[in-house]
């Protein structure tokens, strides 16, 4: 069993921080790409951001220069730092990872958290 552990969400003031993490944990052999996706109000999902295991990064064009994604591969955690939170940006956000579970087969498979929701109002 994996599991994807979100934390971090909560209230905050326009132009304010947040800082969300993910944990992943089970049996897990490794994880190739890690992301954060976002479900706002009357709103289908959308990718936020990215991170492959090298390290690269993708944005959301609404988030770049304000969210910076990373991640921890010893602790098989990525995190997803919020600057300058703006209304629009108040959504449910879920963690992504694709996890290989076996050593000996390239198979790996997608993972979701149960959300944490981030409300970014006055």
């Known amino acids: 069993q994996v599991q994807l552990v979100e934390s971090g969400g909560g209230l905050v003031q326009p132009g304010g921080s947040l800082r969300l993490s993910c944990a992943a944990s089970?049996?897990?052999?490794?994880?190739?790409?890690m992301g954060w996706y976002r479900r706002a109000p009357g709103k289908q999902r959308e990718l936020v951001a990215a991170?492959?295991?090298?390290?690269?990064?993708n944005y959301a064009d609404s988030v770049k220069g304000r969210f910076t994604i990373s991640r921890d591969n010893a602790k098989n955690t990525v995190y997803l730092q919020m600057n300058s939170l703006k209304p629009e940006d108040t959504a449910v956000y879920y963690c992504?990872?694709?996890?290989?579970?076996?050593?000996?087969?390239?198979?790996?498979?997608?993972?979701w958290g149960q959300g944490t929701q981030v409300t970014v109002s006055s």
């Open positions: 992504n990872a694709d996890i290989r579970l076996n050593p000996y087969f390239s198979n790996s498979y997608n993972y």
């Open positions: 089970g049996s897990i052999f490794s994880i190739n790409a």
């Open positions: 991170i492959t295991s090298g390290g690269s990064t």
